[in-house]
Each structure stands twice: as structure tokens, then as C-alpha cells.
């Protein structure tokens, strides 16, 4: 497989950074979102920092999850991981390999392209891409003082490709309706993630990131995750941003 279905692309990406990756408990965690993923998700493992050894590590227990949640496994930047693990694809970004050198390291192994611009992602694909990222939609403290693309260029860049289109970049749950209308495949994010979450039962909402959508009385956990599959799947339009250029309310902190 060198081009990823869009029916069966995955259209919830979460995705790890350094500090997640480090934390002692990151593996529960991890499992726990791959079980609410599943089939329907996918886990970029990132880090700028981890070493090619613990990078290995860490990505051959999440391939054993992948096998038990069929939630994807992709591994970003180290397409030599991804395919030595058996991930599902590889995330390339502006650092690392280009296309055309990754498909030369495995030829059967997906990989996505990170974009920026609408010529970056005709190129990609052209080059192989089985998907791109595009952002950064919304402002994100990781990227701040970046102007935001916003939900337009993701309109844009969809409407010029064919594969699917993951927007990323402060995506809230209330945002994916907007996203999704505009031609995203589907959303990708890190902090809607809750890598910090603590692995026990959620009795107070400070607990969870302002980002996220609020947990009913009834509830003793939700994984936060599974507010963007529910999102996703929402026809009613009740908590989403349906602005048509994107912009919202400031009171909420980015995902």
C-alpha cells in the first residue's frame, strides 16, 4: 500500500511531543487512547528529543497496541521505526527525509507530508504523499506568534489534492464541524491529546483541559479524545464553531 484509503484513513490523529513521551505513565495513557481510538485513529509518536533507540522502544510497544486497538501507529520523522515496527505510516516534516527518499527506505510504507502552503501539498502528493497535515489552523502556544491559516486555507488545500487532508493547530472539538465542511479528511492534535491526564477517574473538570468539550455528571471518565470522534460524527451542530472564516471566541485556550 503506497496511497492510503480515504475510507479508511484514520480521522482522529493524536499526536505526542518530547514532555508526553517522557512522562512515567505515558504508555497507560497511550493505550487507553488507542482503545478509544481505534480503527477510526491514529498515534503520531513525535519527539525532538528522544533518541533513536527509545524512539524504537517506545515505538514497539505502541505496534503491539496498534495490533490489539487496530488504532494506527505513525511514526513521525524516523521512517527506518516505522517500518522496522510495523507502524502504520510515517509523518515526514520539513527536517526529514523528502518523499521520494522515504518511499526509497520502504516502498509499502505510507507516509504523510506536513504542509504549509497549498504548493507544498500539490508537491507532496505528486511526490507520493499518502496524506498531508496542514497547518497551523489556529494559534497554538507551541507556535506562537505564527499567523494561523485558519479554516479557509484548509478549504483551500483540500479542493487542490485528492488525498486526505488532516488540519492541525488549536483544532477544539467545536471546531471540527467548520473543518470538516471545508474539506478536511479529518483533524489532528496534541494537547486535545491530554497527555497529562492523570490515569484514574476524572471527578473534577479542572482536570481536563479548558479545550475540551465538559464531562456529564454521570460520567466517572471520558477519555478527552473521544470528544473529537463524537464531533466528528455530530450532524447537529450543537458546540461547534460554524463561523465561515474560522474565527472564534477567545475565551477558550487552543488546542
Not at 505564527?146 to 488545500?157: D, N
Request: glycine share 8%; aromatic share 4%.
Amino acid at each position: 500500500m503506497t496511497r492510503a484509503s480515504v475510507a479508511g484513513f484514520p480521522v482522529v490523529h493524536a499526536v505526542t511531543d518530547s514532555a508526553a513521551i517522557m512522562r512515567e505513565e505515558f504508555l497507560m495513557r497511550a493505550l487507553s487512547l488507542m482503545r478509544t481510538l481505534g480503527p477510526r485513529g491514529a498515534l503520531h509518536l513525535r519527539s525532538s528529543k528522544a533518541s533513536g533507540r527509545r524512539m524504537y522502544d517506545i515505538a514497539t510497544t505502541l505496534a503491539m497496541y496498534q495490533r490489539e486497538t487496530r488504532c494506527w501507529l505513525v511514526v513521525n520523522d524516523r521512517v527506518d521505526i516505522a517500518a522496522a515496527v510495523g507502524a502504520r505510516g510515517a509523518q515526514l516534516a520539513s527536517h526529514s527525509l523528502r518523499i521520494a527518499e522515504a518511499l526509497l527506505v520502504s516502498p509499502e510504507l505510507p507516509v504523510g507530508a506536513s504542509v504549509h502552503s497549498v504548493k507544498e501539498a500539490i508537491e507532496a502528493e505528486a511526490a507520493g504523499a499518502s496524506w498531508c497535515v496542514a497547518g497551523t489552523v489556529f494559534e497554538t502556544p507551541s507556535h506562537a506568534g505564527r499567523l494561523p491559516a485558519r479554516v479557509e486555507f484548509v478549504a483551500k488545500v483540500a479542493g487542490a489534492v485528492h488525498i486526505p487532508v488532516i488540519a492541525i493547530g488549536g483544532v477544539r472539538p467545536e471546531d471540527v464541524g467548520a473543518l470538516k465542511r471545508a474539506g478536511a479528511h479529518g483533524i489532528a492534535t496534541i494537547r486535545g491529546a491530554a497527555w497529562d491526564l492523570e490515569s484514574e477517574p476524572v471527578e473534577s473538570a479542572d482536570l481536563l483541559l479548558k479545550t475540551r468539550l465538559p464531562v456529564g455528571p454521570e460520567s466517572d471518565f471520558l477519555e478527552p479524545v473521544s470528544r473529537y470522534i463524537s464531533a466528528y460524527d455530530s450532524d447537529s451542530g450543537i458546540g461547534r464553531d460554524d463561523h465561515p472564516d474560522g474565527e472564534r471566541s477567545t475565551e477558550a485556550a487552543d488546542t
